[in-house]
């Protein structure tokens, strides 16, 4: 017999409880959910509201219903373990006219639960459902009503060059290492990480690494797990990368599980999985006594070449242990601060590296790393350029075999970079067919912007959020129209809280090939972006619309 979840809602001035009853043959599970708004945003999201949109998503049925603030309706909707409930919440009466269940007006806030498993066993659940303004920034607020900032444990909190990673599997967040700017100005690096939890709003420290690391890459495994990855450390007193990793388990008793040891110490490296295969492929990296902005020059060879490395290495997922990673192929030469994505195909996947720099400078070059007889091969250089040389840009994946570049560095003089060194608005895309890659520009972005954060968001446009810009504390998207002409950058609502670099930033949800995708992406971190530089603790999170197509 099919069993059902009955929401019902009832409004309240600024916050609007979410009553959810799944009703069995013999049973009620309650879910309770209560709206709150984002702290930076008190009595702004839901102030106005005439009515709601609920959707439910990942149960069998998946449910819909919309009605005015002040005649609640019931939803349907059956149970399961990934269940997604996503509240739209608009200034106009989506009900007085065409289907209230497909609005044509976007809303004026969203936000949408983690996702949640709902069975008949289920006990009750409760939670807070984070609902920003569309196309804004708000900061995490926790179950209680108060706002809450990451920490490191350390006399200087926030954290910069970190990595933030999502975790489907207990969806959370993995904030781990990174460094802060002492009053001294001195760069330290930290032996800490914490974890953050959307459902909650509320971060949690987790027990200190056996390493302090920074510029080092993690990697979502599919079981939960995450892979951490070289980075800089400091080694008998002297700046070094390293060459070691571990495996992080944010659910485990003993949470760093394995010890890794890669062929090459590095940083500034990448760390990309094929899922579909179960190979992460490390790429690159700087291997000397380097700092954030660069590889150094090699003390082995007297200073006269740059400390980088063209080696590829690979760890399969399904055995990886203490053992030292595989050895694989190598790019065309020595990269490091590139950016690098995953095609997966099977035999036929690949991994497509974008600019970085050498020991000349920035690179304007594509590079696709394949598999080859179950590992991977040495890199290929398409036949396609960018359209100038890259460092410090970002890169995501846009359709088969297509990428999409924004932003970066165009200088990187022997290998190091310069903070006053021009820096790019142009977007590129690129067709990365096998051997022939081909850019081509679209819209450039409303600023000169690097050390940004960009995400593609469910509805196929990208947000780009932060970074090094002489706009100050901006993010801007980029709206991909089916039936415009061509993408236009846009502003977003509202800006963030304050201008930062260094910051890392995670999808929640996942992506749009995963159940549960929500509206936000978090931002967190960073450092001030001139002179003298300043950690941050802050988090900012980027609230997108659930309605697409409109």
Sequence with gaps: ?????????????????????????????AVDLTLAEPCGQENQALNGVSSFRIVSSGAEPDGVVAFTSDQPQTLQMGLGDKVVITVEAYADDITAGGDPTAPSVLPKAAGATMPLAIGAETDAVKGVVLIGKVDSFGAPRGAGGSCTAMTNGAAVPGRHGHTATYLPKVNKVLLFGGAVWTPDGAEAFLKSAEVYDPATGTFSALPAPANARAYHTATALPDGRVLILGGFSVLNGTTAPLG??????????????????????????????????????????????????????????????????????????????????????????????????????????????????????????????????????????????????LVRHQMVVVGDKTIALTGGQTQASNGILNPAAPASAKATVCDLTLGAGTCNQWADMTSTRFGHAMARLRDGSLLVVGGVSPAGATAEVLRVVPEASAPTWVPTAGPLAVARDRAAFALLGGDDSLDGFVNQVLYSGGHSTVAPYVTSSLTDIYFGSLSFGR
């Design 244 to 389: 070691s990793g571990l495996l992080v388990d944010v659910n485990a008793d003993n949470t760093y599980v394995k010890v890794i040891r890669m062929r090459v110490p590095r940083a500034h490296h990448t760390a990309t999985l094929l899922d579909d295969v179960g190979l992460v492929g490390i790429i690159g990296g700087c291997t000397g006594y380097s700092l954030a902005d660069g590889c150094a020059p090699d003390r082995a060879s007297g200073g006269s070449t740059t400390a980088l490395t063209p080696s590829v290495e690979y760890v399969n997922v399904e055995d990886v242990g203490d053992e030292t990673l595989a050895a694989a192929g190598n790019l065309s030469g020595g990269r490091a601060m590139h950016t690098a994505v995953a095609f997966p195909g099977g035999a036929a996947g690949f991994i497509a590296v974008a600019g970085g720099l050498n020991g000349v400078g920035a690179l304007d070059t594509l590079e696709l790393v394949p598999l080859a007889g179950g590992s991977f091969g040495d890199g290929l250089v398409t036949t396609g350029r960018l359209p100038e040389p």
């Design 1 to 29: 017999m099919r069993t059902f979840a009955r929401p019902m809602l009832h409004v309240a001035a600024t916050l609007l409880p979410l009553t959810l009853g799944a009703a069995g043959c013999s049973r009620l599970v």
